[in-house]
Structures are given as structure tokens and as C-alpha cells.
């Protein structure tokens, strides 16, 4: 079993971060590069919890998410193709008084299977810089998201124009 830790500061709201992190409409993979559309299905979603099965590159899970508390969401691994076990994510958010918002993020990855196992193995050895890499572009891609809300689109305004 592998365990990754994950922190960055942004200037997203816990808010702003939680909605893009519970968006499963199509265009998913903009905010996070291992949830492919291909691979997306919500099962059920009610207010604060969700089952949706995601994934990309032959390896899925089904998640349950829960962000019913405002400054931590989890997700659980129910169902995989490779994970089983205490596989999951756990986000922690925390406001500073400059604004920001720091983001932890535990990752847990269980091999249930030989796949699973070496992938668990390469992700807490080698593998937890890509899963950072993957962790700063969504902490950029919903800041953009957010930066962008509220803006005319370029393309209405120079028709107005």
C-alpha cells in the first residue's frame, strides 16, 4: 500500500476547489488529467455525496464522494480495476488570512491485484511526482476556471463591438 501527500497553496476558495473537484459534467479531463470522459459515469449524486466511476488509460475506480464537510472532502474507492482495500483521497482545505487557501491531499492506493500492486509500488516510490504534477494542474486549471468566471466571452463582446 502507498501513501502520497500533496500540498499546494492556492488562490482558489475551498468553495471554488470543491465545485470544480465535484463538477462531473463533460470536460472533466480540463480540470483533472486522469478523468477521461470515456471513463466517466455518475451512478447517483445527491446533495453533498456522489458515486461516479472514473478513470483513464485501462485503469478505473468507482468513488464515492462526500464533501458534507466544508473543509474536507473524501473520496472511497468502491470498486476498481486495480484498487481495492483503503485505496482513496482525502482533501483538507485550510484559509489563510492572506486570502489563499492551502490544499492537502492524502492519496491512498490498496493494489487488489498483481497490476495494482506494482502501480501502488511505483507511485510511492517514482510515481508520486507525477501524481503532483496531475495535483498542480487542476489547482491551475479551477483558478483559471475562477478567473474567468463572470467575464464576457471574447468572442460575444467583439460582436457587440
Known amino acids: 500500500m502507498s501513501t502520497i501527500h ?23 479531463s480540463k480540470l483533472f488529467d486522469n478523468s477521461s470522459d470515456a ?8 446533495g453533498s455525496h456522489a458515486d461516479v466511476t472514473e478513470g483513464s488509460g485501462g485503469i478505473w475506480e468507482r468513488l464515492h464522494y462526500d464533501w458534507s464537510d466544508p473543509a474536507r472532502v473524501v473520496l472511497t474507492t468502491i470498486d476498481s480495476n486495480v484498487w481495492g482495500g483503503a485505496s482513496g483521497h ?19 492506493r490498496d493494489g487488489k491485484n ?11 516510490t517514482i510515481g ?23 467575464r464576457p466571452d471574447p468572442g460575444i463582446s467583439d460582436l457587440a463591438a
Open 6 to 28: 500533496l500540498h499546494r497553496t492556492t488562490t482558489a476558495t475551498p468553495e471554488q476547489y470543491v465545485a470544480g473537484l465535484t463538477d462531473f459534467g463533460p470536460g472533466r
Open 128 to 150: 508520486g511526482r507525477v501524481l503532483d504534477k496531475a495535483f498542480e494542474n487542476s489547482v491551475r486549471a479551477i483558478e483559471a476556471r475562477n478567473s474567468n468566471a463572470g
Open 90 to 108: 482525502i482533501y483538507t482545505f485550510t484559509r489563510q488570512s492572506d486570502g489563499t487557501t492551502d490544499i492537502d491531499v492524502v492519496v491512498t
Open 114 to 124: 498483481l497490476t495494482g500492486r506494482l502501480l501502488g509500488f511505483v507511485l510511492g
Open 39 to 46: 471513463y466517466l459515469k455518475v451512478h447517483r449524486r445527491s
